[in-house]
C-alpha cells in the first residue's frame, strides 16, 4: 500500500522559512530544501551550492 506524504500548509520549513512543509520526526522541510538537502541524511544539514 503506497501512502502519500501532503505538506501541511501552516507549517514553515525549519531551513528557508516558507509554509506547506511536512512534519519529518520533528524537523519540518519543504519540498524544495528537502530536494536540494541529501534526503538520506538529513542530520548532516544541507550542502552548499553556488547561491549560498
Known sequence: M???I???ENLTCDECG???AI???GQ????DC????CSCCPEF???KTEKD
Not at 28 to 31: L, Y
Not at 34 to 37: A, D, L, N, P
Open 45 to 47: 544539514g544541507r550542502e
Open 23 to 25: 512534519d519529518f520526526g
Open 6 to 8: 501532503k505538506p501541511d
Open 18 to 20: 516558507c509554509f506547506s
Open 34 to 37: 528537502y530536494g536540494t538537502k
Open 28 to 31: 519540518k522541510i519543504c519540498a
Open 2 to 4: 503506497k501512502t502519500e
